[in-house]
């Protein structure tokens, strides 16, 4: 599909090998050579050539049937973004302080464009099913962190958010831009942000920004729970209160530090 | 340095793209454009468009003072590494557990090459200091899970690691092939292996293997404690279970499953 491309330079090459690793999703993440091929749109000899090239280095794995499949070395430098494990590892003590309080899942994450990705997700026993993965991404302002990170965003990201058409989960997903910007302003004014079961009909989350080293808004926490029986007001400051941990072991400005 | 390769072709083109990255360590994950350069061996000019291109992609990001960090893009794509984020979220409840009973240090490694890959790693409240990082690498022998690694390895990899001269880091550590062949068999035998003030003179670790499906030991899993409290026979056992529910949810053939 993309073969008219002019197939010379560095740019061209590099923005193939990258293509290839794109082929692989949370749906498809074990691809035989001409899946690959056909899901990255490149020809099957140029991506046998790059799929060599990229097993050699370890950002692919080849199985013994064939398969391929990311490999470690990619995970393992990648694991140096400080927005992914980083951030995560700083988070990993106060979320699961606050999973064992609330027994709910309890989600870390960060905005990525006009997009959610998730960073950490602990799931509470006999909690509310949630539809989220480690490393998935989901729209913005259907989920309590989306709309945490949104209200926080750049004035030009969030007109872009509210551009897109959104998306109805349910009947109570927010689709007017109206709304959303009515509810953006309410996050900012009390610091919480509450979606009331707009992706699933029995789960509400309720988020609180994390604050980085500059003071800016770099990730949000939430916690996810029934829709029928939690209670918003008594969780939003337990999650507030694990955003704050989080915050000050980022070393954010501007909260009140231990004395030892 | 090796500006005399001839510059042509993908091949070179992808290889130079994954040297930039690597240029990137856990000891320097934040670079400007002159350190990439000097790091991966390539051109400024060479390095900048490669850069460019991978920023563009988002596999690195470039911060407001011009410093550039692995991206989180990539972060998302090798997350779907099968023994990076899925063996971590199949094991995490079980090492949560293993963490809250022992109280110590509880950690996930798989082998790459003649590496332990940490992928996983809780600090227990009060207990001993370890050096590992998730995604950072050590050597197999003076640690239990990289005995365990070794033990299950095949004939070839453990002749290269007993080939490779063996690093001293205490009066412990060992350091003689015939010792360490020695140890492996044991480990082989029961199914345990326990590396005592191998790497500190204040810790000892003790792993037992995970088991993937096809019935192989894809990880292992271990408890680091204090050497001086520590009992290694009473934490085997704990050590064990955790390793078995953990193979169990990966599938392992030949373990009970308990009935509905």
Chains 1, 2 share one sequence.
Not at 142 to 162: F, Y
């Amino acid at each position: 599909m993309r073969r008219g491309e002019v197939p010379h330079a560095g740019a061209s090459v590099t923005a193939r090998a990258l293509r290839v690793l794109e082929a692989f999703t949370p749906e498809r993440p074990v691809l035989r050579l001409a899946e690959i091929s056909r899901h990255s749109g490149l020809p099957l000899t140029t991506t046998h050539r790059l799929v060599g090239e990229l097993a050699a280095w370890g950002a692919l794995e080849r199985e013994p049937g064939g398969d391929y499949r990311i490999g470690l070395r990619l995970w393992e430098i990648a694991s140096l973004a400080p927005r992914g494990l980083g951030l995560r590892e700083a988070a990993l003590p106060y979320l699961s302080d606050l999973g064992r309080i609330t027994r709910e899942n309890v989600q870390l994450a960060v905005r990525e464009d006009l997009s959610v990705v998730y960073v950490e997700r602990l799931a509470g026993r006999g909690a509310v099913p949630v539809l989220t993965r480690v490393g998935g991404r989901f729209a913005l302002t259907p989920t309590g962190v989306g709309l945490v990170l949104l209200a926080c965003a750049p004035a030009d990201v969030q007109e872009r958010a509210l551009a897109q058409p959104l998306v109805r989960h349910t009947e109570k997903t927010l689709c007017s831009p109206e709304e959303v910007r009515r509810v953006l302003a309410e996050v900012r004014r009390t610091g919480v942000a509450v979606s009331d079961r707009q992706v699933t009909m029995d789960a509400v989350s309720i988020a609180a920004p994390i604050h980085g080293p500059e003071g800016t808004v770099v990730a949000a926490v939430s916690v996810v729970a029934h829709a029928a029986t939690a209670d918003p007001r008594a969780l939003a400051p337990l999650v507030q209160v694990a955003a704050r941990g989080i915050s000050r072991s980022l070393g954010a400005p501007g909260l009140p530090s231990s004395v030892a």
